[in-house]
């Protein structure tokens, strides 16, 4: 079985949404625990609203992301756990595909898809136009990128599907991090011996944009401070010449620039993939 933990802060605007595209995926066997982390809006009442024996809300009051996600480990029981954010969706496949990946490798403990070009970018209105995916599930590629942790996070946080002996051999997450609990996550994955695997498929996950995310609210100089450290810390941890501190500089002042320049550049890279969002129309 798989595990979908999803933590929720103030989203009611999108949670519906988010815990339907995880609850009408092909691959049936999962249960679905959602985190309200002591949400001021109408999050929890979203969530009630939905009606699937495989969905599980818990009211955690607000006791910050890490805590939260451990909190949903320790109440979910799938061998197999996947992420998910409260306002992203997922392709309907992305749990099947996540999954034939990971059995057949072992050493993995972690399959996803990148940060760079694995994700499509969506305004708060838009709805992704998933991509047909006709390849056999045997033949679905993965390559090991835990050597990319130097440079950046490799594997979006909601594209993941982990083993949970790995999470559970490393104590999960660290619940003193304020940001980048993905990437400390994986980067304790593979200093514990563990490979990470990105899958060679078109986008099976949506990110979205919107005014609203802690990420793009008055944190963002402590985040890319926090993204700056943590290149650091992997070079000195998985070896690496000094002169990346250079190219660490570089890409600091990438993460400064705007949210509207980023994503522009990341919704570019879509289409040209040849991926699309269809504007202005919300899911049902």
């Known amino acids: 079985m798989i595990s979908v933990i999803i933590t929720a802060y103030n989203a009611e605007t999108f949670i519906r949404d988010a815990v339907q595209s995880m609850l009408q995926q092909t691959y049936l066997d999962l249960e679905c625990v959602v985190i309200d982390d002591g949400s001021t809006d ?41 992420i998910h954010d409260a306002d992203d969706l997922s392709h309907p496949r992305r749990l099947e595909i996540g999954l034939t990946a990971l059995e057949g490798r072992p050493d993995y403990g972690a399959v996803g898809q990148g940060t760079l070009g694995g994700s499509l970018i969506l305004g708060a209105n838009d709805e992704p136009v998933w991509p047909v995916i006709c390849s056999k599930e045997a033949s679905f590629p993965v390559c090991d990128v835990s050597r990319s942790l130097v440079y950046l996070n490799p594997l979006g ?68 401070h926090a993204a700056y450290e943590m290149q650091r810390k992997a070079r000195k941890r998985l070896g690496g010449s000094p002169l990346l501190e250079l190219a660490f500089l570089g890409m600091y002042g990438y993460r400064l620039l705007p949210e509207r320049v980023r994503h522009g550049w990341r919704q570019l890279l879509d289409q040209t993939h040849g991926w699309h969002v269809r504007a202005g129309i919300g899911i049902a």
């Open 42 to 82: 109408r999050t929890a009442q979203a969530v009630h609203q939905l009606s699937d024996p495989r969905l599980r809300l818990i009211e955690a009051g607000r006791i910050g992301r890490g805590r939260a996600l451990n909190l949903g480990l320790s109440q979910s029981s799938g061998s197999y756990v996947a």
């Open 157 to 224: 946080h909601s594209t993941l599907l982990l083993r949970r002996e790995a999470l559970e051999a490393i104590e999960g997450y660290d619940e003193t991090r304020q940001n980048l609990f993905d990437w400390d996550l994986l980067l304790r994955l593979v200093l514990a011996g563990y490979k990470l695997g990105r899958i060679a498929v078109p986008p099976l996950h949506a990110h979205r944009a919107h005014p609203g995310q802690f990420f793009e609210r008055g944190n963002r100089r402590r985040y890319v």
